[in-house]
């Protein structure tokens, strides 16, 4: 299978729309990053392609990226440093855990939208939205080699 056909057309909607509905509430960016393999530590790998997608660049460093490796079952989550900063020590590690129990029933876009949610809810408490934000990343899945 295709790693963009991971998710059908509507299961890509419905993931799309919780980072628009999570972003809506915040300054916040939110980005979600699918890939086949993970050849390294799954947090090491979410670093560069953190950095690839130009997520360091947010004006106010309140990134996150919700990073999976479908096909090695390795995922990590993590926060530029603006939000990092804020959320507790642990935050980003129950996230995970909510996701993976979700994704143990099968539920991938459930788990995966429970995260966004959880994410932007963090985002919201620490960089509500202003009028005049602007929407610095795209919203869209992000799949390996673009």
């Excluded at 809810?121 to 869209?140: G, S, V």
Aim: hydrophobic fraction near 40%.
């Amino acid at each position: 299978m295709k790693l963009r056909d991971f998710f059908t057309d509507e299961q890509k909607k419905a993931i799309k729309a919780a980072i628009q509905a999570a972003e809506k509430n915040t300054s916040g960016e939110i980005r979600v990053r699918l890939e086949s393999k993970c050849p390294d530590d799954a947090v090491k790998r979410a670093i560069l392609v953190f950095e690839k997608l130009n997520m360091h660049k947010t004006a106010l460093r309140n990134g996150v990226l919700i990073y999976l490796a479908v096909d090695d079952r390795k995922m990590a989550i993590i926060g530029d440093r603006g939000i990092d900063e804020k959320v507790p020590e642990n935050f980003w590690v129950e996230v995970k855990e909510n996701m993976r129990d979700h994704f143990a029933k099968g539920q991938f876009t459930e788990g995966l939208c429970a995260g966004i949610e959880a994410a932007g809810e963090k985002l919201k408490a620490y960089f509500p939205f202003q009028k005049d934000d602007i929407n610095e990343l795209n919203d869209d899945i992000s799949f390996e080699k673009e």
